[in-house]
């Protein structure tokens, strides 16, 4: 984990250190999280978070760099956990876990379906551990990204495509599954189902609630973040609630989505991948949510352009929405007297690593207000992909953009160009 919002980066000066906590893989002092005993670089103002100067680690191999957030301070207990590549580190934690088990030996080979950041992501992780890695792509791939997985020595296969991704997908699996009947020693990583995908995530979690409370805030996090295929939210989720945080998850789902009930709303403009899908993701908990947002294209283009106007974050459309959602959240929308509207069953409670959504609220009207919960909200990746699509032509303004509640009025479907809910049970596919 690193720190962001200090005056540039200071020489290094300080002094390392070894203690327990870093033996067990997260340092004390800084929030990082070694992959080795190896001691920590701990500054002369003793790493504490927030400050103008940090530890610097260093890697052994581009993926470790790529898939280590930083965490940046917007202000007013409202933070960014910001990627210049997530899926790498749900990648590495999968390929991690399948080594240790011995689902697959050094040296074998691991195969998935995907067209994007995951091929990208596995191929790298693949690379740093010494397997062979398959690709069933589209026929729409990048060149670049199709050049880049050829380089890291991953073999590419392209499928067409049809206008319906969810026959695209079937035909993907079934490709899968004859490979894998001719090739016995292949391993099927399987990204929307397999909750290995969590591993990389939780101590990404942990380091993010040991980096704000070193920064002062208590033990109450809101986390925003998409939906997706469910790893990220759940995995960044247990992370922080293991090391003792008390946390909320709010999700965020494009419209067009199976995951959350709005199959049927699809958005003109473009169903946003990165948040959602028109096909089921078994790595989706539904029970951890305390809310679903709905956003379209339109008001994430405008929150992805809002965040690099107000913050100077370059990120895409996933970030946009997410940032929408988490300001709007952040800034005391809450319902009735100060709280989320759901009354006691908001949240998460101790009952298991995720636990349900109980139990927080209590706390919540105990203290008597909501805005002291810091709100981190996930920025996956960077905006390089969405330079036409998203910075370039007609501007768009996120201004008092509001969701609609279809809690309210006897709950019809979401509708566009944002929703929400706060009983995202009664909507889960």
């Given amino acids: 984990m690193r720190w962001g919002g200090g005056a540039g980066r200071p020489q290094r000066r300080g002094r390392r250190h070894s203690c327990g906590r870093h033996r067990a893989g997260r340092c ?3 929030g ?3 992959r080795s005993p190896e001691p920590c670089w701990v500054p002369e103002d003793g790493g504490r978070a927030g400050g103008e100067h940090g530890a610097m680690r260093i890697h052994d191999h581009a993926a470790g ?3 280590q957030p930083d965490l940046i301070d917007l202000g007013e207990g409202l933070y960014v956990l910001r990627f210049e590549s997530m899926k790498v580190a749900s990648a590495e934690g999968a390929v991690r876990s399948v080594l240790r088990d011995g689902k697959v030996r050094p040296g074998g080979t691991v195969v ?3 067209s994007g950041i995951y091929a990208h992501a596995l191929a790298l992780a693949c690379h740093r551990h010494g397997l062979r890695c ?3 792509g589209s026929t729409t791939v990048d060149p670049t990204l199709v050049a880049q997985l050829r380089l890291l020595g991953a073999t590419v296969e392209r499928m067409p495509s049809s206008d319906s991704l969810r ?6 699996v079934g490709r899968i599954q004859r490979l894998l009947a001719e090739n016995p020693g ?7 189902h397999c909750s290995r995908h969590y591993e990389g995530y939780r101590p990404l979690g942990d380091a993010t609630y040991t980096a704000l409370a070193d920064a002062g805030h208590g033990e109450r996090i809101r986390l925003v973040a998409a939906v997706g295929s469910g790893a990220s939210s759940a995995g960044l989720g247990e992370g922080m609630r293991a090391a003792g945080a008390d946390v909320e998850i709010v999700g965020v789902q494009p419209f067009g989505s199976v995951t959350f009930g709005s199959a049927d709303v699809p958005d003109p403009d473009m169903l946003i991948a990165g948040i959602g899908s028109s096909i089921e993701f078994r790595n989706v908990r539904p029970e951890i949510f305390a809310a679903i947002h709905w956003v379209s294209f339109e008001v994430a283009r405008a929150g992805a352009r809002d965040a690099l106007r107000q913050h100077g974050l370059f990120a895409g459309l996933s970030t946009g929405a997410c940032w929408a959602v988490a300001r709007y959240e ?3 929308h809450r319902g009735r007297d100060g709280d989320d509207g759901r009354g006691s069953d908001s949240g998460l409670g101790s009952d298991s690593r995720l636990g349900s959504r109980r139990g927080i609220q209590d706390g919540d009207r105990r203290e008597g207000k909501d805005s002291r919960r810091a709100t981190v909200f996930v920025a996956p990746d960077t905006g390089h992909r969405y330079l036409h699509s998203v910075f370039e032509g007609p501007d768009s303004q996120l201004g008092d953009l509001q969701p609609s509640c279809v809690d309210e009025g006897g709950g019809g479907l979401p509708e566009l160009p944002w929703s929400m809910t706060r009983h995202p049970e009664r909507w889960a596919g």
Avoid: E, F, K, T
């Fill in 28 to 30: 004390c002092a800084v």
């Fill in 134 to 136: 398959h690709i069933v």
């Fill in 330 to 332: 952040h800034g005391g």
């Fill in 32 to 34: 990082a999280m070694p």
């Fill in 167 to 172: 026959l695209d997908q079937h035909r993907r």
């Fill in 112 to 114: 998935d379906s995907s």
């Fill in 65 to 67: 760099a790529l898939g």
């Fill in 186 to 192: 292949w391993y099927w990583m399987q990204q929307y």
